[in-house]
DNA sequence: TTGTATGCGTTATCAA
DNA sequence: TTGATAACGCATACAA
C-alpha cells in the first residue's frame, strides 16, 4: 500500500505540521505553548501551516507529557435546581478563560453516586475539584487528598468545617430568617424542609431555626414539621396537610423557594390572605420569587458569585498559590410581600 | 536517594501495581479493560493491590494508547434556562452509565463563543459532540465534521437540515399554536420573542407563526411585534406597551414561558383579565408553568428526553453502528387556563 | 493464560 | 533560537 495517502484519515499530528513547515517537531511545540521563544518569521509559517492542516495539540498527548490535564470537576446534586446551574455556569465560564474546560456531574442526592463521580474524576486527571456540600461519604474526601489536588466545597460553609468552603452558613441564615418572624410576633411556625438525612446543608437549616425558637423558649411542634423533596408540590401538600392541625401555625418557614412557592400557591388557592393569615419564607431567592403574588421574602444567594469564587480559589491554587479561601458569603433576607408584623390576637 | 520511599508523593502508575501483585503491567491492564481474559485468582490479586494503593487507570495515559478519550461534548447557550439544563442533566446521566463523561460548555448565544468552544472540545479530544440549535458559523460544522467524530443538533429539527438532529419543529409548533388561537376567534395576534438574529430556532417559530396568520390574511402588525432577551421582565414590559397599541391584540404569542409568565404577570397587574381580555400562550412548559394563575397555555417539550435521545444516538455511533437519528420530536399543545374561545363581539 | 515490547502525541531537557 | 530525544502512563499485537 502507498505510504502517503492524499487524503490521511487520522487527523494530524505536530510531526505532519512540522514537515509542512519546514521546522522540528519541537518548534511546533514551542510556538503553541511559548510562542515568545520562536523567531516571528518562523512562528508565522508553523502557524499557517497549523491552521492549514486544521492541528491543534492533541490534549491527552500533551497531558501526559505536561502532567497537567487542564480539566476541571464539578460534582453538584442536579441541574434541575436552578441554585446549581448558575453555580457551574459561572464556574464553568470561569474557567473556559483561561483556558480549563469543566468536567460536569449530576449525583442526584445520590451518596454513593456522588462517590463513584469523584473517583471517575480523578481517574480522568481532573486538576482540581469543587463539590457541593461536605455531608459525603468520608471516602469521597480521602480519594481527593490522596491525590493532592486542590478542592472545594461549595454552597455551604459551617464553621470548623475541615475543608475549603465557599458558600455561606446555613444554620445562621435560618437562624435569621426564624429570629426575624419571631420578631413579627409569630410565635407558632410551621417548617417545611428538605430531607435531612445525608444532607448537611438542610440539616443545618434545621438547626439554625431551632436555635431561633429556643431562645424565644419556643420549638417545632411535630404536626408542624414537613420533611419531603424540594418540589412545588410537595409544598403544596405540606401546607394543606399541616393547616388541618391546631393550633394553626401563623408563618411557615420553607427550606428553599420552590418548597415556598407551593406553599404560596396552595394557601391562597385554599383562601388564606398570605402574610395576614399565613406568612411564608423561601431560600435562595430564584429567578421566579420575586415575581410571586405577593412577591416572596426569601433570602438572596448570589450562586453566580459562589461559581467565580469557586473557580477563583481553584484557578489560584493551580498556579501554586496558597489562598486562603474567603470568609462565608453573607446571604441577605430580602423582606417582600408574604412576611409582615402579625396583627395583634384578635379576639381574647 | 532511596528507591521505594514509603510515601512517595506521585500517584501510583500500573508499574506499581503490577510490582505489588507480581504480575506484568500488561496483566493489569487486562484486569481492568478485559477481565474475563485473566485468571479468577491473579485477577483477585492484581484488584487487591489497585484497591490497596488507591490505583486507578490514568485517563490520558489510556486515551493515548487506546486512541479513544472517553469523553463526550456538549455544547449549549446557558444553563440558565431550565430547558437547557434538562438536556445536559439527562445527557450526563446516560452517558455516564456507560463511562462516558461529560465536557460541558456554554456559548450564551455568542457564535463567535460557540466557535471557539467547540474547537477547544476538539482539541481535547471529545469523541461526540452535541450541540444546541444549528445556526452557527459554517466553521464550526466544517471543524467537526473534518474531525470525523459523531454530533447531534438538539432542541431543533429542520426539515431538510444537512445535520443530524433530536429535536422538533420549531417553525411546524408555532404554527400549530398561531392556528389554535385563531381558531379561537383571535385576529389581532400580538408577538413577545426572542431576538432572531442568529438563531434558527427562534427565527423558525417567528416564521411558523407567520405561516398560521398568513393562511388567515392575516399577518402581525409591526407594533405588535417584541423582540428582545428572554426574560420575565421583557415580557412584563412588551405587554405594557403593546396594550397601548391599537388596536389592541386580543391574544400573545411568546417565544418562551419565561416571556409569556411575563406577559401573564403584567397583564394581570394592569387589571386584565386572563384570557378574557388577553389570550396568551408560552413554549416550553417549564415547571413553574402549570403554577401560575391561570395556569399557562403552553407547548410541552420533554427536554430530559432530548437529553436522553442525544445520549442514545451519540451513543451508538460510537459503537460504530449508523443509527438515523430519530424522527423529530411532537411537542404537545398543553391548553391550560390562559387561552379560551374568543366572546363573540362585544357591540357591533 | 501471561509476559515482552512497541506505539500513542506531546512537552521538556539538554546540547548545538 | 532551534533540534534531537527521553519521558509521560497505558493498551495491545505478538511471542511464549
Not at 454513593?112 to 480523578?122: G, H, P, T, W
Not at 484557578?315 to 396583627?343: D, F, K, M, N
Request: with cysteine; hydrophobic share 40%; aromatic share 4%.
Amino acid at each position: 500500500m502507498s505510504e502517503r495517502e492524499p487524503k490521511p484519515k487520522r487527523p494530524p499530528r505536530a510531526v505532519d505540521v512540522a514537515a509542512a513547515a519546514e521546522v522540528s517537531i519541537a518548534t511546533v511545540s514551542r510556538v503553541f505553548n511559548s510562542p515568545e521563544k520562536v523567531a516571528p518569521p518562523i512562528r508565522e509559517r508553523v502557524l499557517a501551516a497549523a491552521k492549514a492542516m486544521g492541528w491543534m495539540p492533541h490534549a491527552a498527548g500533551s497531558a501526559l507529557a505536561r502532567r497537567r490535564s487542564s480539566i476541571v470537576g464539578a460534582v453538584i446534586p442536579t441541574l434541575d435546581n436552578e441554585v446549581f446551574a448558575a453555580q457551574v455556569g459561572a464556574m464553568q465560564t470561569a474557567f473556559a478563560e483561561r483556558g480549563i474546560t469543566l468536567l460536569l456531574s449530576c449525583f442526584n442526592y445520590n451518596q454513593d453516586q456522588a462517590r463513584s463521580d469523584v473517583q471517575a474524576m480523578l481517574a480522568r486527571g481532573v486538576e482540581a475539584l469543587a463539590i457541593v456540600g461536605e455531608s459525603h461519604k468520608p471516602d469521597l474526601f480521602a480519594d481527593i487528598q490522596a491525590r493532592h489536588i486542590p478542592y472545594v466545597v461549595t454552597y455551604s460553609h459551617r464553621p470548623g468545617s475541615p475543608h475549603p468552603c465557599i458558600g455561606f452558613d446555613n444554620r445562621q441564615a435560618f437562624r435569621k430568617i426564624a429570629r426575624h418572624l419571631l420578631d413579627d410576633g409569630h410565635e407558632v411556625i410551621g417548617v417545611i424542609i428538605q430531607p435531612t438525612t445525608g444532607n448537611d446543608r438542610v440539616a443545618d437549616r434545621l438547626d439554625g431555626i431551632r436555635d431561633a425558637l429556643a431562645e424565644r423558649g419556643l420549638g417545632i411542634r411535630p404536626q408542624h414539621l414537613y420533611e419531603g423533596e424540594w418540589s412545588i408540590d410537595f409544598g403544596r401538600q405540606s401546607v394543606r396537610a399541616m393547616l388541618e392541625t391546631a393550633p394553626r401555625p401563623t408563618a411557615l418557614i420553607c427550606g428553599n423557594d420552590y418548597l415556598a412557592i407551593g406553599a404560596l400557591l396552595e394557601a391562597r388557592a385554599m383562601g388564606l390572605a398570605v402574610p395576614r393569615d399565613l406568612a411564608i419564607t423561601g431560600f435562595d431567592d430564584i429567578a421566579i420569587s420575586r415575581q410571586m403574588d405577593p412577591p416572596l421574602t426569601t433570602m438572596h444567594i448570589d450562586n453566580h458569585e459562589i461559581g467565580r469564587r469557586a473557580a477563583a480559589y481553584l484557578l489560584s491554587c493551580l498556579q501554586g498559590e496558597s489562598p486562603t479561601p474567603a470568609p462565608p458569603l453573607v446571604p441577605t433576607l430580602v423582606l417582600r410581600g408574604t412576611t409582615g408584623a402579625l396583627a395583634p390576637a384578635r379576639g381574647a
